[in-house]
């Protein structure tokens, strides 16, 4: 696979990933899962953003992709913390650090 490809997949991957476990720690509605929730949102907008300029192949492209790199680290970090208690952050942060990978190639 081309990176540009595998890093529209990965950003796509990461988005859907970050939808899912923002959404389940809405459900669950604890407080202490504020920092992921808003990790996640921020997350999957810039994977979003990214699939569409790496798609037209903006000429800002490359620099989007090291700033969604950057935000996936963080979003990581954060659900990292939650990942032996929910499943679905285990699986956000695993599809953020492919992200990272995808992006910076």
Do not use: Y
Not at 67 to 75: G, K, V
């Amino acid at each position: 696979m081309k990176p540009l490809e595998e890093c529209i997949e990965a950003c796509l991957s990461c988005l859907k990933a970050c939808e899912i476990c923002a959404t389940k720690c809405i459900e669950m509605g604890e407080s202490e899962q504020a920092a992921c929730i808003k990790n996640c949102r921020d997350c999957a907008d810039i994977c979003n953003l990214c699939i569409k300029w790496l798609s037209r192949q903006s000429k800002f492209a490359e620099d989007l992709c090291e700033l969604c790199a950057r935000i996936c680290e963080a979003c990581a970090m954060e659900c990292d913390r939650h990942a032996d208690m929910h499943e679905h952050c285990r699986r956000c942060a695993e599809a953020c650090r492919r992200c990272v990978v995808a992006c910076r190639k």
